[in-house]
């Protein structure tokens, strides 16, 4: 029988106290998983927030991790949300070298892909993306020739779609 390790996306949804974060991460540095991608926020209740994990791994060591996650006292609700319809999202900035005689070009590129320059200095601009880590992957290949400053990214923030809850 062959195992098949994959992307995983699993949806976390906790108390908003100090601590649980860690205690969800360690679930999975303690399995040997890398997160991939992780971002956390307050929900619609202050009292809760909702944590978004990427991680490869196969079905099974996956669904053994979501279990002790349910286990944990802080733990509202997880899902693994890989195989729903959802709504994902990213966000990235780009700091990108942009003589001045470079500004339209980049400009243009970054329309493209529906980015925001968000701040111009004398030898440089930080362009904001946000889309599919795709999209983001392309741009980011685009702004290479001009040279990449630095780049920050947020990870992946994710909703099933319709109805029904996260």
Known sequence: MEISEHK???SVL??????????????????????????????NDPAYSRIS????????VIEQVTKQLNKLIDVIKVSDITHSETVLRE?????ISAKPEQRTEILTV?????????DIGDSS????ITGHDEKIDA??????????????????????RGAATT
């Open 8 to 10: 995983h996306i699993i």
């Open 14 to 43: 906790v108390t908003n106290k100090p601590g649980v974060l860690a205690r969800v991460s360690g679930l999975f540095s303690r399995r040997g998983f890398n997160i991939e991608s992780l971002a956390v926020g307050t929900t």
């Open 53 to 60: 994990l990427v991680v490869h791994g196969d079905d099974r």
């Open 91 to 95: 966000l990235v900035l780009v700091k």
């Open 110 to 118: 970054s329309n493209t892909f529906r980015g925001k320059v968000i």
């Open 125 to 128: 601009m930080i362009v904001e």
């Open 139 to 160: 741009f980011i290949r685009l702004m290479k020739k001009y040279g990449i400053i630095e780049i920050v990214r947020t990870g992946k923030v994710v909703l099933v």
